[in-house]
């Protein structure tokens, strides 16, 4: 089975069977070649059901759980969004279809160089990226249309929500070191709306705002 055929089969089973129909959103998975995110010996299990070790003691996250997090921002193209954590890159690529503009947050450098080099290769020239602490977000370029983290803090990063339009969204998991709920924060009339997704388990975000190292 060739890598699109395994992208199609990764889309229609694992994604649009579990409730997601954001036709952009399935696009840009069918689109983006995740095979080209994991390493070497990892490759022929890049469309499985599972996330996967990246090195640096991360992850690339399961497909359904990028698509569950990046249907919650529901972009609609034209929004300037935060990503803090791009890891491997991939879910950076998936927002650099959906949105005009993404600013890529990671702390280990190894990760961001390899994740820029794969994106710049793919021609995805609408990211930008930093290396700093992302529970602090870039206060310098806010704010966002949309923020997402992808890795577990213990509540949400008071940074990140002052860097947030009203009206926008941040996508994130919320717990301890061990399990947590994927949630969305909504911005509305100076509150903030919450709603659960779905329990899942990251990596937890190091940082002022996050987990002490």
């Known amino acids: ?11 229609e089973e694992q994604i649009r069977q579990r ?7 399935l696009a840009a998975l069918r689109r983006v070649p995740r095979h080209l995110f994991v390493p ?26 990028v698509a569950l997090t990046l249907n919650s921002l529901k972009l609609q193209g034209h929004e300037r969004i ?3 954590g791009s890891g491997s890159g991939y879910q950076t690529a998936i927002l650099a279809e959906l949105a005009l503009e993404v600013h890529a947050v ?18 995805y020239w609408n990211v930008h990226w930093s290396v700093t602490d992302g529970s602090l977000g ?25 860097q947030l339009v009203t009206g ?23 509150s903030l709306a919450r709603q659960e997704i779905a329990s899942c388990v990251f990596v937890p975000l190091i940082g002022r705002f996050g987990w002490p190292a």
Do not use: N, W
């Open 106 to 123: 990671e702390r280990l450098v190894a990760l961001l160089k390899g994740a820029q080099e794969c994106l710049e290769k793919l021609g």
């Open 138 to 162: 870039l206060p310098e370029l806010a704010p966002f249309d949309g923020i997402v983290v992808s890795a577990a803090v213990p509540e949400v990063p008071q940074p990140l929500i002052s």
């Open 82 to 84: 935060l990503e803090v």
């Open 19 to 25: 409730g997601i129909s954001d036709e952009r959103l």
């Open 168 to 190: 926008g969204r941040i996508v994130l998991p919320i717990g301890s070191r061990e399990t947590q709920m994927l949630t969305e924060i909504r911005k509305v009339d100076g």
């Open 1 to 11: 089975m060739t890598y699109q055929e395994q992208r199609e089969r990764m889309v």
């Open 40 to 65: 070497d010996e990892v490759r022929h299990q890049a469309y499985a059901d599972h996330p996967l070790p990246i090195g640096e003691g991360q992850t690339i996250s399961q497909p359904y759980m």
